[in-house]
């Protein structure tokens, strides 16, 4: 898909299918404000919990397939509410750059990924921005995985907050599908491009080997 193809609005709620990892962590608040580049409205409120890293592989979704690399270093505090915020994401089609900024104030960049899978079942995830990599990572898994579904979470727990034009627009988005155990076997990140989290220990990671979500319409806070 064309990086100067002209982009129309595509509206939420978005249902989109893929798979993907999820790599758990615990950030400071020194590695989150020294190394994590949160933009400047988020600075002094960072107050902690889980860290992620994802990528995500949509085969399907209203905008298309699509891949994606993004980056939650914790929950942050919105007026005394604790919310959890995508403070770095990349994706690979103008079309969810353009819907993300405009549907929840997800703050999209485009990029180039590049995954392979050889024999072993070593997975490496490539994304490269401008000329530079983003990010590299390489994994391996479990194939069968164990049935999982966002019912079990309360929604608090699972809205994201971002900034749009309007305010503070809050989403929670549903999914259900597997969980199956994986190692991360190596992590490289272009510091200025994507937080360095090789430099954290990290508490799990987990591929999804199928998902539904919904993203529904945001709300403004």
């Excluded at 980056?71 to 990349?90: E, K, V, W």
């Excluded at 103008?94 to 819907?99: D, E, F, I, N, T």
């Excluded at 994994?139 to 809205?159: C, D, H, K, N, Y």
């Excluded at 080997?209 to 709300?219: G, I, L, N």
Aim: with cysteine; charged share 20%.
């Amino acid at each position: 898909m064309g990086k100067n193809q002209e982009t129309t609005h595509i509206p939420a709620p978005w249902a989109l299918t893929g798979s993907g990892y999820i790599l758990l962590f615990r950030f400071t608040h020194e590695f989150v404000r020294d190394k994590c580049r949160v933009p400047k409205a988020l600075e002094k409120s960072f107050s902690g919990g889980l860290g992620t890293v994802i990528y995500a592989d949509y085969l399907s979704s209203d905008a298309g397939p699509y891949r994606e690399l993004l980056f939650i270093p914790g929950a942050f505090d919105f007026s005394g509410r604790r919310y959890y915020s995508i403070t770095r994401i990349y994706v690979s089609t103008p079309q969810s750059v353009a819907a993300g900024r405009e549907n929840w104030g997800i703050p999209k960049e485009l990029a180039t990924f590049d995954a392979v899978r050889d024999e072993s079942g070593m997975e490496r995830i490539r994304v490269t921005a401008h000329g530079r990599l983003v990010a590299e990572l390489k994994f391996t898994s479990m194939e069968i995985g164990l049935p999982v579904t966002s019912a079990l979470v309360p929604p608090s727990l699972r809205t994201l907050a971002h900034t749009g034009e309007d305010g503070v627009l809050l989403t929670a988005p549903k999914a259900r599908g597997a969980v199956a155990p994986a190692r991360t076997l190596e992590i490289r990140t272009d510091e200025e491009l994507f937080p360095p989290v090789d430099q954290v220990r990290r508490i799990a990671t987990v591929r999804i080997p199928h998902f539904f979500m919904v993203f529904p319409p945001a709300v403004i806070a």
